[in-house]
Structures are given as C-alpha cells and as structure tokens.
C-alpha cells in the first residue's frame, strides 16, 4: 500500500523535525513553557489526497514564544531555524530512505 508506505515516510520526517525542535528549544529556554508546547509525536492525516503532517509547537499550549526565537523581535535578531530545519538533511532524507526501504520491498 503505497498511502501507507508515504504516512509512515512523512511521520519519520516528522519526528526528525521534532527532534530539531526540541534542540532549539533547549537552547533558548527560559520557563520550559515552549518545550512544553512542543508536538511530540506528530501524526499524518490524509485530506483530500494530500498527507498532512503538522509539526513544531501548539500555539495554544504556549507555544508563541517559538514564532518569536524564528521572526524576531525589535531587540533581537531573528533565529530563521523554521527553513533551516525543512532544509535539513535529515528531515527531507527520511522520506527517500523510507519509500526506498519500501520499494525494495515490493520487489
């Protein structure tokens, strides 16, 4: 199942995501309520035949202070960590590794 075979691809990116998330995080933390906010196990839904997979920090759990860190404020210059991490290695890596994983596979 090749729908399956993707979700699990973007969820492995997800987690690699999550996991410079939360090392940016613990870099700048101050109250820990960022950390917090943090979406742990990020899970992929289908919508409309697109897969979505929400990652970073819950808004409404605290998470504002982790728009600050990549925009900036006046007094402090922006982190722009957001676009580092969607270019990551890692992070766009994961979903070559596993749909080559699965691909071989098949055969």
Known sequence: DMQAAVI???ELSGKNATNRFRAVA???????LT???????????VKKNKIILDT?????????????????TPKQK?????SK?????????AIGYVLGKKWREML
């Open 35 to 45: 950390l917090n906010s943090l979406v742990d196990d990020p899970k992929a839904t």
């Open 78 to 82: 922006p982190l722009n960590y957001v």
């Open 26 to 32: 613990q870099e700048h933390e101050y109250s820990g």
């Open 85 to 93: 991490i969607k270019k990551d290695q890692a992070v766009k890596g």
């Open 8 to 10: 699990e691809a973007v």
């Open 56 to 72: 970073g920090f819950d808004i409404n759990k605290g998470g504002v202070a982790a728009i600050w860190l990549d925009r900036g």
